[in-house]
C-alpha cells in the first residue's frame, strides 16, 4: 500500500493547503505512508490515523514509530462510521484508496463531516473511478459486484459531497492515469 500509493497520494495533496500547526486525521491509514508525509508537512501539527484493520494499525505504529515516539502521531483501530473524536476537532481529514469501502458512504462522509472544524477540509483521493477509462478502471467496473467496492462518476463525488453538507466542492482528475482527488469544506 505504501508505495503503490505513494504517487497518487503526492499528487492529491498538491490540491489542498496544509498549515503547519493542522491537526489532521488519516481515514484508513493502511501502511502509514500518508501519515509520514503529513506530519512532514505539518511540522507543528498533529497527526491522527485510523484503519478498521489490527494489521493496519500495526504497520501504520511501526512506520510512524518517529512520530508517535515525538507526540505528534496518534493511530487507532477504528471505523469511518464512529469516529472515536470529538466534534470539531480536525483542519484537515484526508481519506487515500479508501472511501469505496466505507461501510454506509453518505453516513460516513457526515461522520467526517462532523470532526471537521468550520473552515476545515475533506480530501478523498483514489487511483480509480467509475467512468475512467484506464484498463484498471474497466476491469474493476466489470468485476464491482465480487469487490464490494462503491465506485462513483466525478459528478457523483460532487453530490456526495454536496450531499453531505460540503462546501467549495471541486473534483480534479487526472484522466490518463485514473486518479481523481475531491476537496469540499465544512461551512
Known sequence: ????????TDWGLTHVSVGQAFKILDVGCGGGRTISKLAAIATEGQIYGIDHSEESVAASKRANAKWAGSGRAEIRQGSVS?????????????????HFFWPSLPGDMREIFRVLKSGGTLIIIA???????????????????????????PDEHRDLFAGAGYSDVEVFEKSERGWICCTGKKP
Open 127 to 153: 487511483e480509480i473511478y467509475k467512468g475512467a477509462t484506464t484498463k484498471t478502471a474497466r476491469l474493476t467496473e466489470k468485476y464491482l459486484p465480487l469487490s464490494g467496492m462503491t465506485l462513483l462518476t
Open 1 to 8: 500500500m505504501n508505495s503503490r500509493h505513494s504517487k497518487v
Open 82 to 98: 464512529q469516529l472515536p473524536f470529538p466534534v470539531g476537532m480536525f483542519d484537515l481529514v484526508t481519506a487515500v484508496e479508501t
